[in-house]
C-alpha cells in the first residue's frame, strides 16, 4: 500500500538542461479515478485529470504513467482526451500527448496546436524534441511566428 501511494505521488519532469530523469514529487489536484498495476508497472489516472509541479502542468481526461520493471523511473507518459500541457514557454494542446522519456520526445496528436508568446502552430502531426529544443510539424501546417526583436520593438511603439 505504501508503494502504491508513494508511486501516485511521482511523475518525471523536463529540466532546465533538456532531458531531466528525475521523479518528482507532484499535485494531484483531481481526479476521478486511479488504477495501479503492479505486472505492467502503470499507474492511470482518469476523469478530468489536473497535475501540477514546480515545473510542468498536465491536465486530460486520462494519464497513464509507465514505469521502469524498479518503478523508479517513469519510462513513458501518456495523456489522452482535450490535452493541455504547460512547460517553461512550450505550451500545448491536443488530443493525445505521449513523452518518451529515453529519448525526450513529445509526440502531439489528434489536432495538436503548440503556442506562445508570439508563436502559434497547427498541425496534423506534432513533435517536441526536448533536449534540442525542436519542433517538427507535418501535415496542414500553419500559424505564425513574430522575431521577438520585432514583437519588443512594436510593444514600445504602442506604448507612446
Do not use: C, W
Not at 503492479?38 to 501540477?52: F, M, N, Q
Not at 486530460?60 to 514505469?67: K, M, S
Not at 500545448?92 to 503548440?114: D, F, H, M, S, W
Not at 533536449?131 to 513574430?146: C, L, P, Q, W, Y
Amino acid at each position: 500500500m505504501r508503494k502504491l501511494l508513494l508511486i501516485s505521488v511521482v511523475f518525471l519532469l523536463l529540466g532546465n538542461t533538456g532531458i531531466a530523469l528525475e521523479v518528482e514529487k507532484i499535485q494531484i489536484n483531481h481526479s476521478d479515478e486511479m488504477i495501479y498495476d503492479g505486472i505492467k508497472h502503470t499507474l492511470e489516472y482518469t476523469g478530468s485529470v489536473d497535475v501540477t509541479s514546480d515545473q510542468m502542468e498536465l491536465k486530460g481526461e486520462r494519464v497513464i504513467l509507465y514505469f521502469n520493471e524498479k518503478e523508479d523511473e517513469i519510462i513513458k507518459a501518456e495523456a489522452f482526451g482535450n490535452v493541455y500541457m504547460k512547460k517553461d514557454e512550450f505550451t500545448a494542446e491536443a488530443g493525445k500527448v505521449i513523452y518518451e522519456t529515453q529519448n525526450g520526445k513529445i509526440t502531439l496528436e489528434e489536432k495538436p496546436v503548440v503556442y506562445g508568446e508570439g508563436k502559434k502552430l497547427k498541425a496534423d502531426f506534432i513533435i517536441y524534441f526536448v533536449k534540442e529544443k525542436r519542433i517538427d510539424a507535418k501535415g496542414n501546417v500553419s500559424g505564425f511566428f513574430i522575431p521577438q526583436k520585432k514583437k519588443k520593438k512594436e510593444d514600445e511603439s504602442t506604448k507612446s
